[in-house]
């Protein structure tokens, strides 16, 4: 295990499940989702994470976030809210005072190949995002 600091939070990440997970992840998840919002999602994903979260990816031997839910709330602020899912194998150590910021949390049970058993947790924050797909209104 390996202890990183993110945003307030104490993680023990265990990067080489994480690495193992990484390889296999290829078509797993929300990837492969064709519903309109997952689509507006994908078609804007590299502008979507801060620094600050590539850089947590990263510390967690994760090459590319990787989403393992993404769910569409409807309008706010000129923009979609939405939500999306990193799952990640480690365990919390200490915790912020609650926000309605990057929230992390465990007892997700992530349905992997030679993972059974592993401590999941998941990284979510509020994303208000922009609708960009050409010729396709966004549903209302």
């Known amino acids: 295990m390996v ?7 104490l993680i023990d ?15 797993f998840g ?7 919002y997952c689509r507006n999602f994908f078609a804007i994903k590299e502008e979507v994470y801060s620094d600050e979260v590539l850089e947590f990816i990263e510390k967690l031997c994760v ?3 990787f989403e393992v839910e993404v769910v569409e709330y409807g309008r706010l602020n000129g923009g979609i809210l939405y939500h ?9 150590k200490s915790r912020p005072e609650p926000t309605d910021e990057i929230i992390l949390f465990e007892g997700f049970n ?12 998941q990284l979510t924050w509020p994303l208000v995002l922009p609708w960009v797909l050409d010729g396709c209104e966004y549903p209302t």
């Open 63 to 65: 090459r590319r976030p």
């Open 110 to 121: 992530l349905n992997v190949p030679k993972m059974k058993g592993k401590q999941v947790i």
């Open 30 to 36: 929300v990837q492969s989702c064709d519903c309109i």
């Open 3 to 9: 202890e990183i600091s993110f945003n307030g939070w």
């Open 84 to 92: 999306a899912w990193i799952p990640f194998f480690g365990a919390i």
């Open 13 to 27: 990440s265990d990067n080489e499940a994480n690495r193992r997970f990484d390889r296999a992840a290829a078509g």
